[in-house]
């Protein structure tokens, strides 16, 4: 019964994660990136990648939105921090005006728009890494789905290996390339499993309510207005008055809001009607002070500055949701933990990729000529796992080699990302796999380790600029991009060698029939 047991964990493990590895693959190194979600979005803006934090912002801010959009219904202003660069405006139109909504990027001391080239920076990759960028339900319905089962694989690669602490000191390098890459799966899987069910687990909590949204109905039934007022603090706009009134000072709400959340600072200020008498300010706290992000709002009356509401997020099933959601964002990190966390998603992202190839080695010993599924799967392991790399490396550069005044210059780079990846998918169709395979890790390795160069010839935001001025968060992205160019050019060596080992290895001997 045990040996039985054992065995379907292994069938389960190894065809389960098959099928979604590719799509974990992508969510995982995606996912890593965001933990440097606003470093990149500042290296992708040359042109200010300086921190201009300022206690003027939301006065600012304000000011500038009553010249560049007096007649809007909603202003939400998204304030600067130590890491983030700019004040992030969004605009939201009446009926009958456009554009509908607008996004203005502002600078922080004075509300100047920011003069820095178009770009979706870090976010880009952030969004990708639970939505696919792909329109509506489908991708989150996907990412949600491939979270599930890759908790089913940790379960079952915990029963598989019940000598756990034994296979992570088991590692054997020169005993065959098979129980090379076993142990390398094995290693990383129980170094860093902690983490890996922890990410897992919370990563399942933003989107829960998409996922199972039955409690939701049965409290709330079709009044979603009542649900975002209860649970995440945002109430529906009033109506307006129609009458002219001004808009009350912001400093005294944002001074009101610190002292009652004990130096917490405002992250997001939401002003429904500006000059209007039925004005209201919603301050919003930000989430980068603390670990369990419970929704902490406090709304004003716009025109007399008097407190109308105040949430604190209070309740066991809010506290639950919120520390979830806090763990898994790691929005209150500082550096060394970012660092930290970036390391095990990376070596999530590897566990992953070692058992895709460690899947594909171990079928092709025991096919005298390889299948077409096979092939498929060896080519959809270099898709994901080399085509992914190339194409992120081709969304860096198009931000240094797109004209900086191109409108559309955005969606250009984010084209540039897709069709690198479409070329990286159709390429072992025109080339081999096994082809292919030494091809585009030669390719990127040349993309990443060449990075930092072409920026440097492209931009002041170099490693000369960067490490001078002690810009260590801008500084890490090339200095990552030099890490992978080596370590994919390890990769491409390393496969030269064995492909020229099964080239040269002799043929087995066979009797010669007489003539």
């Not at 989150?140 to 694989?153: K, M, P, Q, S, T």
Request: charged share 15%; aromatic share 10%.
């Amino acid at each position: 019964m045990n040996g039985s047991f054992r065995l379907s964990m292994t069938w389960l493990h190894n065809w389960g994660g098959l099928v979604v590895g590719w799509l974990l693959f992508c969510v995982f190194l995606t996912g890593t990136t965001a933990y440097a979600r606003f470093e990149i979005t500042r290296w992708m803006q040359p042109e200010r990648i300086e921190a201009a934090d300022s206690p003027n912002a939301a006065a600012a801010a304000i000011a500038s939105l009553w010249r560049e959009a007096p007649q809007a219904r909603r202003w939400l202003i998204t304030m600067p921090d130590e890491r983030r660069t700019a004040t992030q405006v969004y605009v939201y139109n009446p009926p009958g005006i456009q554009p509908a909504f607008r996004k203005l990027w502002l600078e922080p001391d004075d509300g100047r728009p920011v003069q820095a080239r178009a770009t979706f920076g870090g976010d880009f990759l952030y969004y990708f890494h639970f939505d696919l960028r792909v329109p509506g339900l489908v991708g989150r319905y996907l990412i949600g789905a491939a979270g599930v089962a890759l908790l089913v694989a940790l379960i079952t690669g915990f029963v598989i290996h019940r000598r756990v602490f034994w296979d992570f000191f088991a590692f054997r390098p020169g005993r065959s390339r098979t129980r090379l890459w076993m142990d390398v799966h094995n290693a990383l899987g129980i170094i860093v499993l902690p983490y890996h069910a922890l990410i897992t687990v919370t990563g399942l909590v933003p989107l829960m309510l998409l996922y199972m949204p039955w409690g939701l109905q049965a409290a709330f039934g079709d009044r979603p207005a009542a649900f975002n007022t209860a649970v995440y603090a945002e109430p529906p706009p009033p109506p307006p008055a129609g009458r002219a009134a001004p808009l009350t000072a912001i400093e005294p709400l944002l001074a009101e809001a610190v002292r009652r959340w004990d130096g917490g600072r405002p992250g997001w200020i939401i002003i429904d009607n500006p000059g209007d008498a039925a004005a209201t300010i919603l301050l919003k706290r930000t989430d980068s002070d603390r670990v369990v992000i419970r929704p902490q709002a406090i709304l004003f009356d716009g025109t007399t500055g008097a407190v109308r509401t105040v949430w604190e997020g209070t309740g066991g099933a809010a506290a639950t949701r919120a520390g979830a959601y806090g763990l898994h964002m790691m929005r209150f990190a500082d550096t060394p933990l970012r660092l930290a966390m970036i390391l095990c998603g990376l070596a999530g992202t590897a566990m992953i990729g070692t058992g895709q190839v460690y899947w594909i080695i171990k079928r092709r010993k025991r096919e005298a000529a390889p299948s077409f599924g096979l092939r498929l799967a060896d080519g959809a392991n270099l898709a994901v796992m080399v085509g992914l790399p190339i194409a992120i490396a081709a969304y860096f550069w198009a931000n240094r080699l797109l004209p900086t005044g191109l409108a559309g210059r955005e969606t250009s780079e984010a084209l540039a990302f897709f069709a690198a990846w479409l070329l990286a998918a159709l390429h072992p169709a025109l080339r081999g796999v096994q082809r292919a395979w030494s091809e585009q890790l030669v390719a990127a390795a040349l993309l990443w380790a060449a990075l930092p160069l072409m920026n440097a010839l492209t931009s002041q935001a170099h490693l000369g600029v960067t490490l001078a001025r002690g810009l260590w968060g801008i500084a890490g992205i090339d200095l990552t991009a030099l890490a992978t160019g080596a370590l994919f050019g390890l990769l491409a060596w390393r496969h030269f060698r064995a492909a020229h080992r099964r080239v040269d290895r002799p043929l087995p001997s066979a009797s010669v029939p007489a003539p």
